[in-house]
């Protein structure tokens, strides 16, 4: 049964949550936008960046008059509510230039929290695990990479829903990031 919670304040701010970051791009130079994401989540309070998948290639998914997506997904543990680490990642996005146009339309950065323990939630601002994550081979197939035995809640396994997935549909990049030579500096200082 899925539970339905709107307020996280019960729980312990010192207990650190495996949470499973979606990384999105597609405008102005998205490996860049993708990559130096991960610095910023790496600076976020009360939040220990663990580790990264590789870039992954994909046509869009909605309106298809826009480019191409770059997307991975990151794992951190972190001591931030659901909704605090939601506004954090916002404002992470408008740092990036986010501009709000259209549904499921072209973006410099869209960070979704995929994953959050195994909670389930259902507010106003958030659903966790994320709308749709069990269909998109661009969130399962980086999701895998770094995560090969994680169970979703009210999902499965990510080996499952993998296993379902059409790998011909997404494209694994030769970038890492350690390669990533465009950091910004200035995030959080
Ligand atoms: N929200 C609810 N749950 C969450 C969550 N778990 N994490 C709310 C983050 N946000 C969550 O998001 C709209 C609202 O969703 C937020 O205000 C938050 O309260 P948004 O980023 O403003 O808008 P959006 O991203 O356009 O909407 P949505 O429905 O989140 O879209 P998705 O699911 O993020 O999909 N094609 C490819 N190939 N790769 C992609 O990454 N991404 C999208 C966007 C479309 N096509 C794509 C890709
Ligand atoms: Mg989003």
């Not at 035995?149 to 080996?159: W, Y």
């Not at 993998?162 to 950091?183: A, D, F, V, Y």
């Amino acid at each position: 049964m899925q539970l339905r919670i709107t307020e996280m304040s019960e729980r312990n701010s010192l207990q650190m949550t495996d949470t499973y970051i979606g990384i999105g791009s597609n405008l102005d130079d998205p490996c860049r936008h993708v990559l130096t994401a991960n610095q910023h989540l790496a600076a976020l309070t009360g939040t220990q960046w663990i580790r990264s998948s590789s870039l992954y290639a994909s046509s869009p998914m909605g309106p298809q008059d826009q480019p191409d997506y770059i997307n991975a997904v990151a794992m951190v543990k972190t001591a931030l509510t659901p909704h605090q680490l939601l506004t954090e990642l916002q404002a992470i996005e408008h740092y990036h230039g986010r501009e709000r146009k259209r549904h499921w339309g072209e973006r410099t950065l869209d960070l979704d929290i995929l994953v959050y323990g195994d909670l389930r939630i259902v507010s106003e601002q958030l659903t966790i695990p994320h709308v749709g994550i069990g269909q998109r081979a661009f969130v399962i197939f980086p999701l895998y990479d770094i995560a090969p035995t994680l169970h979703i809640a009210g999902l499965g396994s990510v080996q499952h829903l993998k296993n379902r997935l059409q790998e011909s549909s997404i494209r694994k990049l030769p970038i890492t990031i350690s390669s990533c030579s465009g950091g910004e500096s200035n995030w959080r200082q």
